[in-house]
């Protein structure tokens, strides 16, 4: 056989397995929805009280693919000093978290991305940190709730495309982009905001030179690497099946949302500051975006974000994509120009 038809039969091998993969993907909300089904989930989660829940409809949750703690949560992660932490490239992003009385702590999104939840403890306040790549959702929560503390890992689900968590204790579901129980005995509770943000690695070396910083975790995964390469470049999110944002926005849009209000990334990033509704958001560049590139320090130059009320301090907040902010606050108001 010649090399020229071994190449045509390769070049058809390629297509088809390309063909093969595209009619699976296009299947995957179909096959999800069919799955979506308590008395089937009840097999993997056996002490989940499914009789309880505010999720109208079960076709809401879909998998995501991996089964539950296939994506692994980390517990009690070890820590350095920012002054001796090498390897991190400048404008990588990570979660930073600075608690009063304590020393700031930055949790990259190299990690994370693998991860999704760090059930940490800051001081005497037991905090999960949390990132779904998906939403670019990063939030940060008390544990504390109805005087239990509670420790969270991830469900494999999706609801509109974004992270189910659990707590171990009870087995409820939890949404990850509003910290809200959706599913069993925590359904309806709410887990308290902190303060925290996205910050490039050099600033967060820059304002905190004492900070600490996450240790690299114990697992076998290319840290450094995105697994989610142009995915905010894409037309739609996945598993997605809502309206898209209105105002022409774009679903993959990063907005910062503070409560129930959402402010364009793009108007904040021209402007540089906005003082508005009693908040003051202020832009600068350098931090890259994680969900770009082929490497998470890599991506194009989206900017760090901080949000302060009027007195100065910092406030909760999310930079997420336009569609998860559309499809959890439906009647929030969009603060466009």
């Known amino acids: 056989m010649s090399q020229a038809v071994r190449r045509g039969i390769s070049r058809v091998q390629n297509r088809a397995v390309a063909v093969l993969s595209l009619s699976l993907l296009l299947m995957l ?16 989660w056996p002490t989940t009280d499914f009789s309880r829940t505010i999720v109208a409809d079960w076709g809401e949750i879909k998998s995501g693919g991996p089964p539950k703690d296939g994506i692994p949560a980390l517990s009690d992660p ?16 990570v979660v930073v978290l600075d608690l009063p009385g304590q020393a700031a702590r930055a949790y990259p999104l190299r990690y994370l991305i ?45 609801r509109q495309s974004d992270m189910v968590m659990y707590d171990r204790e009870s087995e409820s579901w ?10 069993g005995a925590m359904t309806g509770r709410e887990l308290r ?50 309206a898209p944002p209105p105002h022409g926005i774009a679903p993959l849009a990063r907005v910062v949302r503070v409560e129930d209000r959402a402010w364009p990334l793009a ?16 832009w600068r560049a350098g931090q890259a975006s994680a969900l770009d590139a082929g490497h998470v320090g890599k991506g194009r130059d989206v900017g760090s974000v901080r949000v302060q009320g009027r007195n100065g301090a910092d406030l909760p907040h999310d930079v997420m994509f336009a569609f998860a902010y559309h499809a959890f606050w439906p009647k929030g108001d969009w603060m466009l120009e």
């Not at 108007?267 to 202020?282: C, D």
């Open 29 to 44: 909300p179909w096959l999800a929805a069919a799955r979506a089904d308590p008395a089937i989930w009840s097999r993997e």
């Open 78 to 93: 070890a820590f350095h000093p920012a002054a001796q932490v090498k390897g991190l490239s400048p404008a990588e992003p």
């Open 114 to 158: 693998w991860h999704e939840i760090v059930n940490d403890r800051v001081g005497d306040t037991p905090v999960a940190i949390t990132y779904c790549p998906l939403c670019n959702s990063a939030m940060s929560f008390d544990r504390r709730v109805a005087g239990r503390t509670l420790s969270f890992g991830v469900t494999g689900k999706l």
């Open 174 to 183: 939890w949404q990850q982009a509003t910290g809200t129980g959706i599913v």
């Open 193 to 242: 905001q902190l303060p925290s943000w996205l910050d490039s690695w050099q600033g967060f070396q820059a304002a905190y030179p004492l900070g600490l910083v996450m240790a690299e975790p114990r697992h076998n995964r290319s840290y450094g690497r995105n697994p989610y390469q142009g995915y905010d470049r894409s037309n739609w999110p996945f598993l997605y099946d809502g």
């Open 267 to 282: 108007r904040l990033a021209k402007a540089g500051e906005i003082r508005e509704a009693g908040v003051i958001l202020s």
